[in-house]
């Protein structure tokens, strides 16, 4: 069972509106969790990274926000732009001993963004 | 400028051959790391390094070989024995191991023809 799920698999928007994706994870105890976005073809670029104790970051038009008691963390992206269409993931790092700190990868969500 | 730098972008291979993929960083990290992306999955963890001369296998490392002779180096062989090396391979550095920013390369698409 993959231990980071990321919702919705795909979605669709119209330029200009808002969106949320989501990814629940259980691994536990963890040190960071971070949104990394992926153009078709390129490496992943880092969003944001945040530690068990912040609840809320922002980058722009990008906010992610993580529930450690639900071990829920959500991207929020506001007035959305043809540029962000792209795949977009989330990364869970563990610090357990038989994680060692490994990066713990869902499997993203594509996000289309139309005219 | 800084960065980390994946060659060729596209590569393909006959059925049989061993290739390798380059993976340079001047960012003076200690750690690198190579992923396979698959459509639909999430990136698995081939190899990794955290130091120089030192590497260790990740969850899928079987067909495939590295080094780490140099700092700014980590190159990838895809040989043989890898039965589907068809995929999407990604380089990534980060200051020490794991749990500080990861830089990722734009990656190498590989094809079996």
């Known amino acids: 069972k993959n231990q980071v799920e990321q919702s919705p698999q795909s979605l669709i928007i119209l330029e200009g509106k808002n969106c949320t994706l989501q990814?629940?994870?259980?691994?536990?105890?963890?040190?960071?969790l971070r949104w990394y976005k992926q153009d078709t073809g390129r490496g992943p670029v880092s969003l944001t990274i945040?530690?068990?104790?912040?609840n809320t970051k922002s980058n722009g038009r990008y906010t992610a926000t993580l529930d450690a008691d639900t071990k829920q963390s959500s991207l929020h992206i506001t007035a959305s732009q043809l540029s962000d269409s792209a795949s977009y993931i989330c990364?869970?790092?563990?610090?357990?001993?038989?994680?060692?700190?490994?990066?713990?990868f869902g499997q993203g969500t594509e996000l289309s963004v139309k005219p | 400028d800084g960065g980390i730098t994946q060659s060729p972008k596209y590569l393909f291979r006959k059925e049989g051959q061993n290739v390798t993929l380059s993976c340079e960083q001047n960012?003076?990290?200690?750690?690198m790391y190579w992923y396979r992306q698959d459509p639909g999955q999430g990136l698995r963890l081939i190899y990794y390094?955290?130091?120089?001369?030192?590497?260790q296998k990740g969850d899928i490392a079987e067909g495939y070989s590295v080094s780490r002779e140099k700092k700014e180096s980590f190159p990838l062989t895809v040989t043989s024995a890898q039965k589907n090396p068809t995929a999407f391979y990604l380089c990534?550095?980060?200051?020490?191991?794991?749990?500080?920013?990861?830089?990722f390369g734009q990656g190498t698409r590989l094809t079996v023809v």
């Open positions: 990814c629940n994870y259980t691994v536990s105890p963890f040190s960071n």
């Open positions: 390094s955290q130091i120089v001369n030192d590497f």
């Open positions: 990534a550095s980060s200051i020490v191991f794991q749990n500080t920013e990861a830089f």
């Open positions: 960012l003076n990290h200690d750690a």
């Open positions: 990364v869970v790092s563990g610090i357990t001993a038989n994680q060692g700190g490994k990066l713990i």
């Open positions: 945040m530690t068990f104790s912040e």
